[in-house]
């Protein structure tokens, strides 16, 4: 399917869209109920307890720093905050939940009535079609800002629970259940505090979905919440999409996605969806309300098959807990500790070393980039935050892609790349040596100034030496002078290459075009 | 064979008896299983003996002895356990099918800390399936006996815990109350059951049946006994978010207290209630008379909201039992059905072979109860009666400082005679109100049936926390009246 596809069913089609986004609390430390553990991973069943294998007659205690994690994530999102809250138990059959319930949240999450702010640009705005306000439809108003738009997405709720266990179906085909001959259960990750977002269907295109997602993930990150990894699971997202005829107010027939993986995965899937169900009204087929498995591999959705009855989770009051009541002054507090969320990063950015937007977007999406770039700048100085920016996002970047490691792992520090920064601007050394040091010092860990003293890779700059240089190649090329002479004056490369290798890389560049020049006319 | 007899020795006695050297704690030990080996053939009241563990904590005390330190307070005093607890290297069955060979993995903290006194855990107790009756009829293992009659029930649903206790097997035991599964067998068989307050004991390691109505509990052969347990196992603990951070009076301190000026309040509205034996209304009539002469200033009060309890108790109970009985589902443990084709089928065969009937209709009714389109009638209106119930006790404790009812509508019955599980609910009239309200109760031996011959039990209601306070009424009470607890079929023993 192409993305022309897409675009042509939104022609006539207006999709709707609510995500549903699981993360769990992997800044708790330990589990929602019990003191075990949270991690990825590990041997099956080995971070377990009798109260997250849900033995007869253990009991549930909550975690106060889970419940913490998740009012600053409402905060953080512009959510109300429940004076008066408690859990209910959800209650379904399923082997990989203990007790045969989940401790959940019904009618009085923590977290309420929230909105973030998402921004499109690139080929995504594409996808909106009432930008030029010519098409009305209910839902949030785009407001058209420098290359996209930018529209407020609602946040119904955001509750907390705990996460199930893992099932691996043996014997089938990809681990699925299909065809399998039995499963195993690992109940490691049973009990994982885990945040439900459940955002309004407010999002109109696959690609304010994604801007949505990610938006979160940097809140979460910058919060500190939770590591956000999706090939982990530690961030679930699932979405529902309907779509209706262009103007019309009723909603469709929704389905549920499932398993999408990445951001990528996301857009790729809500694409599809729509798609498939513009072919089934065209064709005068009815969408069936069902739950979908994308297949990132064959690039579908596929029904699940099994017999979706309507669940009837008999939600009731957990009595094994107390209500929880906050003070107002308790959610103040936490509300004082928020630090600069990414947004807010990002215009501060744009307001103080006017970096294009983009740039200051990615630079603060996440607290540890933020806090790596604001501690160079502080070294370099305003004037010199865009060079900061672009060494970040270039070399930086690349680095830290190739190593898989996080920036704050990275053995050049901001005082290294300040330094580095500091010799280029002063002439000491030229851009293409510095692209060198910066890849030797991310190697060494050794000091910019000091791989530069060692390496003797001192620019040169004085006029005298570069003048003996200049001199000594314009004697050694006679017809190139002439020729430059005679108005081919396009041979001043060829002279700027033979001077540059005579001083051995180290003369700078600018001077000796200028020297040249001067000898040569 | 042993020549001590524990019927005739308090627990305190039993403790204090073996701190002086009368007698070790291994002839404490001793006398128990002798007495559980002469009848309990016939009163089944233990499902599983630890004999094992029993004397390894006898010799712990023992040893303490002889190097001369401080006994705890229940040092060497036999104990029974409620199966429904769990106590590592212990099955815990609840006296299900569902359960038979299940082993603990961790320790009840109310166990836990019984056994840190100083007790020794003799054996466990039968008691109705998942504690659902109040007859012990419904044990997948068969019934217990009652030691007064053996053609009539202990009461239940800690039947075992009443009858052990009543026949001598134990000195005191430990029941879970969740409508009366405590009072109810304590008036059935003599004994004196003391439900405290919700939060007051940790629920932790207790197999739940109603979260927001179980209590663990002591059954004992008197007031001091009961008031000497429950400092014992009281308390906070961290593994139980609805134990109460309230600070554990000394309540043997207080059961000296006496009742002079206490103000008692006669529940006389619920005195009048249909299937109230002339006999047990008379019995409490006349306990009213004692604690006037007793120099307490009588008073009648009203409980108009008690009659809705019993129908919000069988929303409210089986809708949290069928939550919480969720999980035995045969995927990690109890009984598991043989050659399921498939997992809905393994959970619906496990449940429906590893449950006895009472169970599945409690499960039945608290699922329907909680089924969309039916939670406001049934189980928001439950709630509201609820909210009454503990409105009429909070005017009630404004007024009074204990409040009277009969523990039970009548003596203990025969076996099969309430083939009817509504008429059998009906025995938990007086005591499903304080589950549903949270308060502490007690019953104590109030006399004998004349016609019957069984012993009769007066319910005295607290207020919240207020265990103290009942402890104080009951210990006067009981001196007053003094009931002589012995069984004949333990008098015919000693011959
Ligand atoms: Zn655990």
């Known amino acids: ?521 | 064979m042993t020549a001590l007899d524990l019927s005739a020795l308090s627990a305190r006695q039993v403790r204090d008896g073996i701190a002086r050297g009368d007698f070790s704690a291994r002839e404490a030990a001793d006398a128990a299983y002798a007495r559980i080996d002469a009848l309990d053939g016939e009163v089944h009241a233990f499902l599983q003996l630890m004999p094992e563990l029993a004397y390894a904590a006898a010799d712990r005390v023992d040893a303490a002895r002889a190097a001369g330190d401080e006994l705890p307070p229940l040092a060497g005093v036999p104990a029974g356990i409620k199966d429904n607890m769990n106590l590592l290297g212990t099955r815990t069955t609840c006296s299900s099918r569902m359960l038979e060979n299940y082993e603990s993995v961790y320790d009840c903290t109310a166990v836990r800390r019984m056994l840190d006194a100083g007790a020794l855990p003799i054996g466990k107790l039968n008691m109705d399936e998942f504690a659902f009756g109040s007859s012990t009829e419904n044990s997948a293992f068969g019934p217990t006996r009652n030691p007064w009659d053996l053609e009539r029930v202990p009461g239940g649903s800690s039947g075992g815990s009443a009858a052990a206790v009543a026949a001598g097997m134990v000195s005191v035991s430990l029941g879970s109350d969740t409508g009366g599964s405590i009072r109810q067998p304590a008036a059935l068989t003599g004994t004196v059951g003391m439900k405290p307050t919700y939060g007051r004991v940790s629920r932790y390691g207790v197999i739940a049946f109603g979260s927001s109505l179980d209590q663990i509990g002591p059954f004992t052969k008197n007031v001091d006994d009961s008031a000497l347990l429950l400092e014992a196992i009281a308390g906070e603990d961290p593994r139980d978010a609805t134990s109460a951070t309230e600070a554990v009076e000394a309540y043997t301190a207080a059961v000296e207290g006496g009742v002079r000026g206490l103000r008692v309040g006669l529940a006389t509205d619920i005195l009048e209630v249909e299937g109230c034996a002339a006999e047990v209304k008379q019995s409490v009539l006349d306990a009213a008379e004692v604690f006037a002469s007793l120099g307490a200033e009588v008073g009648e009060v009203a409980l108009p909201s008690a009659r809705h309890g019993l129908s919000a108790y069988y929303i409210i109970g089986p809708a949290e039992a069928s939550s919480n009985l969720a999980r035995f589902d045969g995927i990690r443990y109890g009984h598991r059905a043989d050659d399921a084709e498939d997992v809905l089928d393994l959970y619906m065969r496990s449940r429906a072979e590893g449950f006895g009937p009472e169970t599945i209709r409690r499960i039945m009714l608290g699922t329907y109860a909680l089924s969309a389109g039916y939670y406001d009638a049934y189980y928001g209106q439950a709630q509201k009666a609820r909210t009454r119930i503990i409105e009429d006790f909070r005017s009630a404790f404004e007024r009074f400082d204990v409040v009277l009812t009969p523990t039970t509508p009548e003596p203990a019955f025969r076996f099969g005679e309430k083939s009817d599980p509504f008429t059998m609910y009906l025995n938990d009239f007086y005591t499903i109100p304080v589950n549903l309200a949270g308060n502490c109760a007690m019953s104590v031996p109030s006399g004998l049936c004349s016609s019957t011959g069984m012993p009769m039990g007066l319910q005295i209601i607290g207020d919240y926390f207020a265990e103290t306070t009942v402890f104080r009424a009951a210990a006067a009470y009981e001196a007053a009246l003094g009931f002589d607890t012995t069984p004949p079929l333990v008098r015919a023993l000693a011959r």
């Open chain 1, 1 to 521: 399917m192409g993305k022309d596809r897409l675009l042509d069913v939104l022609e006539r089609y207006e999709a709707v869209i609510g995500l549903e986004i699981h993360t769990e609390i992997t800044a708790a430390n330990t589990k929602m109920f019990c003191g075990c553990p949270v991690a990825f991973g590990g041997e099956p069943n080995t971070r377990v307890c009798p109260v997250c294998l849900g033995m007869p007659g253990a009991l549930p205690v909550p975690n106060e720093a889970a419940i913490e994690w998740t009012v600053l994530a409402g905060l953080a999102t512009d959510c109300d905050i429940a004076l008066w809250s408690q859990f209910h138990r959800k209650q379904y059959f399923y082997p990989d939940m203990p007790k045969d319930y989940q401790i959940s949240q019904y009618d009085l999450p923590f977290c309420s009535n929230g909105m973030v702010d998402v921004e499109v640009d690139g080929p995504g705005v594409a996808e909106r079609l009432d930008l030029d306000g010519d098409v009305v439809a209910d839902g949030p108003v785009p407001v058209v800002e420098d290359g996209g738009y930018r529209v407020p997405i609602g946040i119904t709720r955001i509750h907390l629970e705990e996460d199930t266990g893992k099932m691996v179906h043996v014997g089938g085909s990809e681990g699925r259940i299909a065809g399998a001959t039995h499963s195993l259960v690992d109940f490691n990750r049973a009990g994982t505090p885990l945040m439900e977002l459940v955002s309004e269907p407010d999002i109109r295109t696959p690609e304010e979905a994604r801007r949505f997602a990610q938006k979160l993930r940097s809140i979460w990150l910058v919060l500190g919440v939770s590591d956000c990894s999706m090939e982990e699971g530690s961030m679930r997202v699932d979405g529902n999409v309907s779509i209706r005829a262009r103007g019309q107010v009723e909603f469709g027939t929704k389905t549920e996605i499932k398993n999408m993986n990445s951001f990528k995965a996301l857009h790729d899937a809500l694409a599809y969806e729509i798609v498939r169900q513009a072919d089934l009204l065209d064709a005068g087929e009815a969408v069936v309300q069902e739950t979908r498995h994308w297949d990132a591999t064959a690039r579908r959705t596929s029904g699940l098959r099994s017999k979706e009855e309507a669940h009837d989770y008999r939600y009731f009051p957990e009595p094994d807990m107390v209500p929880f009541s906050f003070e107002p002054e308790w959610i103040a507090s936490l509300a004082a500790q928020l630090p600069e969320l990414p947004d807010a990063r990002r215009d501060r950015y744009i307001a103080e070393y006017a970096l294009p937007k983009a740039d200051a977007a990615m630079l603060a999406a996440d607290s540890e980039t933020g806090r790596y770039f604001d501690a160079t700048v502080e070294i370099t100085g305003a004037d010199r935050a865009k060079q900061a920016a672009n060494w970040m996002l270039g070399d930086l970047a690349a680095l830290l892609n190739a190593e898989g490691i996080a920036i704050g792992d990275a053995r050049v520090t901001p005082a290294m790349l300040a330094e580095l920064i500091g010799l280029v601007e002063d002439g000491t050394i030229s851009g293409k040596q510095a692209k060198q040091v910066f890849a030797e010092a991310a190697e060494t860990g050794d000091a910019p100034g000091a791989i530069v003293e060692a390496r003797g890779m001192k620019q040169v700059s004085d006029t005298g030496a570069i003048e003996a240089a200049v001199a000594a190649v314009l004697e050694a090329n006679p017809a190139e002078v002439e020729s430059y002479r005679a108005g081919k004056t396009s041979v001043i490369g060829f002279f700027v290459g033979q001077v540059m290798r005579e001083m051995r890389g180290q003369g700078n560049p600018a001077v000796v075009n200028e020297v040249l020049r001067r000898m040569l006319g």
